[in-house]
């Protein structure tokens, strides 16, 4: 049966009750039997409106829910993503100036190959990003230095250390000469690093005249002349020494 049905049917018959209780004799009242029948119906009438709904309660059935077949999760192929781009390493500046004096018979070609190869080398290193400058006085490299805000000052200048002369031969012979350096900080001028290479070292030897191979680097100047080849081979011992004053490793050659 349904239940508000069932309410409003025993709602109708406590109101019947009650109505034909109010006829009921005077006597029937006083004695009071009429009013306990009429508690003890209307409590059999409460009892079988909770039973009925409790029975109700109990057979209602929780509904089911409903399954949901779960999304795939769509796989991604790392080669299709887009790699993040590095961030480029910004290079340090060097300038590199020679000076050449004029007491020395040293050909402005022989300073301009020191000078070409030192920006050659230090430009492998991946720090630094060394150009060229006109010829300078060390007072002026350190002074030029103290005016940068970010860039270095290498100053170059090649030494006879002769006593035999300035003839043909004592100006071939490497062992005659010696490469200085140094190194200036922008801002203050001050000194970060400083050497002098002996161009003897790097004396090729030959046999009847002809020279012999050397340890030159396949990609730098390669003449036949003793004292080129020991200007590029000082120039080399140079460069690194100044890539070492930076903390930066040595480069393989030609890398």
């Not at 109700?56 to 790699?83: C, F, H, L, N």
């Not at 009847?208 to 680097?217: D, Q, V």
């Amino acid at each position: 049966m349904n239940i508000k049905r069932l309410k409003s049917w025993m709602k109708q018959a406590v109101v019947r009750l009650w109505k034909k209780s109010y006829f009921v004799s005077s006597e029937a009242l006083a004695d009071g039997r009429a009013t306990v029948g009429l508690l003890m119906f209307a409590g059999a009438i409460l009892s079988c409106l909770v039973f009925h709904s409790a029975q109700a309660q109990s057979g209602r059935r929780a509904p089911k829910p409903i399954e949901v077949a779960p999304v795939p999760t769509p796989s991604v192929d790392p080669a299709t993503v887009p790699k993040p781009k590095p961030t480029p390493h910004l290079k340090t500046p060097v300038l590199v100036a020679s000076y050449t004096p004029a007491s020395i018979d040293v050909s402005t070609l022989d300073a301009e190959l020191v000078q070409r190869t030192i920006i050659q080398r230090l430009g492998e290193s991946g720090a630094l990003a060394p150009r060229g400058s006109e010829e300078m006085r060390r007072k002026d490299a350190e002074k030029t230095a103290r005016n940068e805000a970010e860039t270095y000052v290498v100053w170059l200048e090649l030494e006879n250390n002769s006593t035999y002369g300035s003839t043909l031969s004592n100006r071939d012979n490497p062992e005659n000469y010696s490469l200085r350096f140094a190194v200036f900080a922008p801002r203050t001028g001050r000194l970060k690093a400083q050497g002098q290479i002996s161009l003897g070292l790097y004396r090729r030897r030959s046999i009847g005249g002809i020279g012999l191979p050397g340890s030159r680097p396949a990609c730098y100047p390669n003449t036949s002349r003793n004292l080129d080849y020991a200007l590029v081979m000082g120039a080399i011992e140079a460069a690194n020494r100044i890539i070492s004053s930076f903390d930066l490793p040595l480069p393989p050659p030609c890398g």
